[in-house]
């Protein structure tokens, strides 16, 4: 994450009464934050603010936390997320101070991007996930220009030439934010499928990059259904 953006989620950090409450050893707040991947905002967009939430994993003790990074494009959305942020504290506040009792957690608190990070007690990164719903959303100009980008490219090309036919045209699945793929900037996964067997599926995955033109990434996949 880069030195501004750390900066504005430190402004706007939020921890969980339950965690603070165990004083959980060996996890230091600075060094998660220094250590989280880096949050680009989506192609056109730009943060307005940037929050973290670390929340607790509903265990006493806990033996894991999360951090839930909220991206917000303008006033307005970080606006409303505060009023709801302000809500869940009044929410938890009467039952935590009893220990045997469950409390609410900050899940889906309103955001423009919405990020969940899998941290172990040391405060390390295990895992990020892209929760926005509409990341499974595009326009038509956006499929066409993904599906231009793919015909230019010699693997995609091989994949549709040996592929059964019956397996269906390829599919835009998904926006993939570069903190949870690994590539320098937002990419749309597209999936190919090759074989199927039952509840099993094998294909090819492409991550496109509309904006640049490029096939930034492919591999394999296998998933059952």
Not at 57 to 67: G, T, V
Not at 126 to 150: G, I
Not at 163 to 191: E, N, Y
Request: aromatic share 12%; with cysteine; glycine share 4%.
């Amino acid at each position: 994450m880069q030195a501004a953006l750390i900066s504005k989620s430190r402004k706007n950090l939020v921890i969980h009464p339950r965690l603070a409450y165990q004083d959980l050893p060996g996890f230091d707040v600075e060094t998660a934050l220094a250590a989280f991947p880096n949050f680009a905002p989506f192609p056109g967009k730009e943060y307005h603010q940037l929050a973290v939430i670390l929340d607790w994993d509903h265990r006493l003790p806990s033996r894991k936390l999360f951090a839930r990074v909220l991206g917000f494009h303008t006033a307005e959305s970080y606006s409303i997320a505060q009023r709801e942020i302000q809500a869940r504290r009044q929410e938890i506040a009467p039952r935590n101070e009893f220990p045997e009792f469950d409390v609410h957690d900050f899940e889906d608190i309103p955001a423009d991007e919405s990020y969940q990070l899998h941290l172990n007690l040391e405060g390390e990164c295990r895992k990020v996930e892209f929760l926005s719903l509409w990341k499974t959303a595009f326009q038509d100009l956006e499929r066409s220009r993904v599906l231009q980008v793919l015909e230019q490219d010699a693997s995609y090309l091989e994949v549709l030439a040996t592929r059964k036919q019956s397996c269906g045209p390829a599919r835009v699945v998904m926006w993939v934010p570069p903190c949870v793929s690994g590539q320098v900037s937002w990419t749309v996964d597209v999936r190919v499928l090759t074989f199927c067997d039952g509840p099993s599926f094998w294909g090819r995955f492409f991550l496109v990059d509309p904006v640049e033109g490029v096939v930034r990434h492919s591999g394999n996949f296998h998933v059952r259904a």
